[in-house]
């Protein structure tokens, strides 16, 4: 069992900027991050390989980065011109073979 803590959430006006952050108590190999509004189904965001290759939603693509830190088993979302249909729980996932291992969700809410 791998446990994922996350980091960052909050309140921004729109435009604005948040950096999430999730350290992992094991290994993994993919790391990613989800996010889930009430009612829709939870989508993938960012997802980071161990080589660095990444794979953005189209909605977010220019405006978050993903980078992680293999050292510390550590991944992070930098978002930037946050939109009010950003507002979501966003959850940091990790895989490790067949296993998925999820954080407990940060919420973020992009409103003025």
């Known amino acids: 069992q791998v446990q994922l803590v996350e980091s960052g959430g909050g309140l921004v006006q729109p435009g604005g900027s948040l950096r999430l952050s999730c350290a992992a108590a094991?290994?993994?190999?993919?790391m990613g991050w989800y996010r889930q509004v009430p009612g829709k189904q939870r989508e993938s965001v960012a997802i980071?390989?161990?080589?660095?290759?990444?794979n953005y939603h189209d909605s977010v693509k220019g405006r978050f980065t993903i980078s992680r830190d293999t050292t510390k088993n550590a991944v992070y979302l930098q978002m930037n011109g946050l939109k009010p249909e950003d507002t979501a729980v966003y959850y940091c996932?990790?895989?490790?073979?067949?296993?998925?291992?999820w954080g407990q969700g940060t919420q973020v809410t992009v409103s003025s």
């Open positions: 980071i390989s161990t080589y660095g290759s990444t």
């Open positions: 996932n990790g895989r490790s073979g067949f296993n998925d291992y």
């Open positions: 094991g290994s993994v190999y993919i």
